[in-house]
């Protein structure tokens, strides 16, 4: 079942076709990546997928519903939360409190309500509490929500960005180069908590990265874009395979030598 | 190499800013018109307060630079740029001396020579000892900077205590001697002009051992405080709030007539500064126009109780709710055009709609409705049961109402689902969509909570003046208040608290000196901005930021950290 559907999707930037002509489905609780050479066009399908960007031409389902058109905040409603390439917490906020306004849509407190403390608020809000330190714990930042976002360090904060975004409730996780900037052991170790999200939350996980053992370690299924276009998709083992990946990152004559040799 | 090359440059940079600074407060008045008041009788004006502490600050500085290259550069350091200091000042004084310059510093009078060299008939006397006196407050300075921190912090609350004092000797005077057994105190401590060496000396000793000890077994209580269960932390706080309730209570009661009127104004500004507190401390959308509000809720509540223009002739409750119904439209009104714009942009558009509204009440086409230049007249005071609130202490109990009401709501605000969702905005606003939330409902909501306690605020201030004019509501007010948000503290409600209080207080008791006060107020912005950006009174976890820097500097543990929760 395709949890995530695109179909004929085309974006532009004046002359530039970042996206083109695009098919691409993504499988209920699957792992899918997304990989390609720099300005292939893969941060603006998230952007897309997320409503930062409305598509010219084309449309994205999730399950049978179309996301063009919606604006960020109801496609996450709607269950698809993400991360970004280059951290973006809230940076004066505490940990806890990027968890929590990670859980904004499902909170209901109201203007009124707030100012008069209605008992059903408080609870809410108690509630809420509870279940960001659960969240706190379960990216292993247990004791760290007090420190603000800034000063923790680089790992903890990808692993916060991530615990905001399960704030959401999503159906789909969209990491956006999660591996950036990490070392072999840290890839690993993330490599495993991104299994165990998607079997411990029954999500789909749909991945940005660069960092081809992540990428072939850990996905079911990947799809390589080139300029914009879908040029292969596979399991990781064809993918890796295939004459024109090769080509798009080694460049043109690489892959008659490689299969050469 | 020549070790005057190494050490002494930048003690000589600071002695020479230094020198330029004292030589710029003289020539524009401030020395002279501040020695009108003693600090101690006899022995200090406030002119010489004002170049002492400026010299003591920057032969401090100076110090400190040498202190760096060790022990003994310190004197020296100190010593250089006092003396340079002084050698301007001395400059300046010959200068005076040989030409007439008061064809274009018209403040340069011999007057302010003869205060420069301590009133010495003889010239070069009288410069001599200016130069000795930057000699020895470098010297002081350096004494000060050897100091080990706890002294010093004790030294400089003590002196300053004593300065402040003797500022605000007016204020602190009358309502001194209204009371028995402190009028006694009184004619110990202000027999004239200025504080009694004897007082003076007294006040210093009090505040110092006071510090001394607060600074001892302060620590001690507080963790003790900290031990405490819980519950009876709870009903400590509890009885910290009463206290400050029934201080508040009494306050009108104890500071008589000036003051209450001066406690007026703070609370009116300290209610707009916590409703631009939400809109720019929270969610960080920089309102230059919110004088609009307030004049919009002055307007409101003008047109429908005046009998001068005899629309309506309601009395002060029934309008307050429309003006501040009145305010709360408008602010949603400017917030729907300008919800696309940030930082600057919002800024500019925001001081645009704040001048439209003015040059709306005064223009002739609406004269018949607003009164025009004239403003309106004969606003009724607001009546409970027969009680007027028509003094000043009795309208300090309406505003102080108000106060309360607004901090309540701020604070119920800020640590909820809606308060969060301003800060997301503040940070990223991209990323707070992308969150979940809704920026136009978010951003309108702060706008609009902002402006309805703006409208309160006029509205009050219509019914304490009796009368609206346009020229009350300049673009003047905005600055004001985001100065007071700025000093105190973005996004802190005791910040804003401390902020009016610094800001519109201290100005309103220092009357005689207003000439200057924008130019005090653009130094202490400056100040405030090197020195101690966070505010005077920031949210605790803001301080948290600024000065714990160590924490972030902590090497990140990448390697060992395990990423994720292995299973």
């Known amino acids: 079942m395709a949890v995530i559907t695109i179909a004929n999707l085309t974006k532009q930037f004046g002359g530039l076709i970042a996206v083109e002509n695009l098919d691409l489905e993504v499988k209920e609780q699957s792992i899918h990546s997304i990989i390609g050479p720099n300005g292939a066009g893969k941060t603006t399908l998230f952007n897309c997928i997320t409503g930062f960007y409305r598509p010219e031409i084309g449309d994205i389902l999730l399950d049978d519903h179309s996301l063009v058109g919606l604006l960020p905040d109801q496609i996450v409603r709607h269950g698809i939360a993400r991360t970004y390439q280059n951290i973006r917490l809230f940076p004066d906020l505490t940990a806890m409190e990027n968890i929590l306004v990670g859980m904004h849509s499902h909170l209901r407190a109201g203007y009124f309500g707030t100012v008069l403390g209605l008992p059903a608020m408080r609870k809410e809000e108690k509630d809420a509490n509870e279940e960001a330190l659960r969240l706190l714990k379960f990216v292993n930042l247990a004791g760290k929500g007090d420190l603000l976002a800034k000063n923790l360090p680089y790992g903890n904060q990808r692993r916060l960005e991530i615990g905001r975004a399960l704030a959401t409730r999503p159906k789909v996780l969209c990491l956006d180069e999660p591996a950036a900037g990490m070392n072999p052991r840290e890839s690993q170790d993330l490599m495993d908590f991104i299994r165990h999200l998607r079997d411990a939350l029954g999500i789909t996980i749909f991945l940005i990265e660069h960092q081809m053992r992540v990428v072939m370690g850990i996905s079911e299924k990947v799809t390589v874009l080139d300029y914009g276009k879908k040029i292969a998709e596979g399991t990781p083992a064809e993918v890796q395979a295939n004459p024109l990946v090769i080509e798009a990152y080694l460049g043109r004559g690489s892959a008659t030598q490689a299969s050469a040799a | ?567």
């Open chain 2, 1 to 567: 190499m020549n070790p005057v090359a190494t050490q002494g440059f930048p003690s000589i940079r600071l002695g020479l800013i230094g020198g330029a600074s004292l030589v710029l407060l003289s020539l524009i008045g401030m020395v002279e018109a501040f020695n009108q008041r003693e600090i101690v009788s006899d022995v200090i004006s406030m002119g010489q307060t004002l170049l002492l502490f400026t010299a003591v600050f920057i032969a401090y500085l100076a110090a400190i630079r040498g202190r760096e290259r060790g022990q003994r550069q310190v004197f020296g350091a100190g010593i250089t740029a006092g003396l340079i200091m002084a050698g301007l000042l001395a400059l300046l004084v010959l200068l005076g001396h040989g030409v007439n310059m008061r064809q274009v510093f018209i403040n340069a009078s011999p007057a302010l020579f003869q205060t420069l060299i301590f009133q010495q008939e003889e010239l070069w006397a009288g410069i001599g000892l200016l130069l000795l006196a930057g000699a020895v407050t470098g010297l002081s300075a350096g004494l000060l900077c050897l100091l080990p921190g706890q002294l010093r912090h004790f030294l400089i609350s003590g002196l300053c205590s004593v300065a402040i004092v003797g500022l605000l000797q007016d204020m602190i005077a009358p309502v001194l001697s209204e009371w028995g057994p402190l009028a006694d105190l009184n004619d110990l401590l202000f027999p004239g002009n200025g504080l009694s060496v004897s007082g003076a000396i007294g006040l210093f000793i009090a505040v110092v051992v006071l510090t001394a000890v607060w600074s001892f077994k302060g620590q001690a209580m507080q963790t003790r405080i900290q031990a405490l269960p819980p519950r009876s932390r709870r009903g400590l706080n509890l009885a910290a709030v009463l206290v400050g309730v029934c201080v508040l209570l009494v306050l009108p009661q104890v500071l008589g007539l000036f003051l209450s009127e001066v406690m007026t104004i703070i609370g009116l500004y300290v209610l707009l500064g916590l409703g631009l507190n939400i809109v720019v401390g929270f969610a960080g959308l920089l309102d230059l126009g919110y004088v609009a509000f307030f004049a919009i809720g002055s307007y409101t509540q003008a047109i429908l109780t005046s009998p001068e223009l005899g629309f309506f002739n309601w009395n002060f409750w029934q309008a307050l709710p429309l003006a501040v119904f009145f305010g709360v439209m408008a602010g949603v009104i400017l917030g729907v055009p300008v919800l696309k714009m940030r930082g600057d942009y919002l800024a500019i558009a925001t001081l645009g709609f704040g001048e439209i509204i003015r040059i709306l009440v005064l223009s002739d086409f609406l004269r018949p409705w607003l009164g025009g230049a004239q403003g309106i007249g004969k606003i009724p005071k607001p009546e409970i049961a027969g009680f007027e609130f028509a003094t000043p202490p009795q309208l300090y109990y309406l505003i102080l109402a108000g106060c309360v009401l607004v901090w309540f709501i701020s604070w119920r605000l800020r640590d909820s689902r809606l308060g969060r969702a301003w800060m997301a905005v503040r940070e990223d606003e991209d990323v707070a969509q992308a969150m979940g939330i809704n920026l136009v409902a978010t951003k309108l909501l702060a706008f609009a909570t902002g402006a309805g306690f703006s409208a309160l605020s006029g509205a009050i201030f219509a019914t304490k003046l009796g009368s609206v004019y346009p020229h009350s509501f300049n673009v003047m007010i905005s600055i004001n208040i985001i100065c007071v948000i700025i000093v105190g503290g973005m996004g802190s409600m005791p910040g804003v608290t401390v902020g009016a209080l610094a800001l519109v207080g201290l100005p309103e008791l220092l009357r005689e000196f207003a000439d200057y006060r924008l130019l005090v107020y653009g130094a202490a912005l400056v100040a405030m901005m090197l020195l101690k950006p966070e505010g005077l009174w920031p949210e605790p976890t803001r301080q948290r930021e600024l000065h714990e820097v160590e924490i972030a500097a902590e090497p990140a543990p990448l390697a060992e950290e395990p990423v994720g929760p292995r299973s």
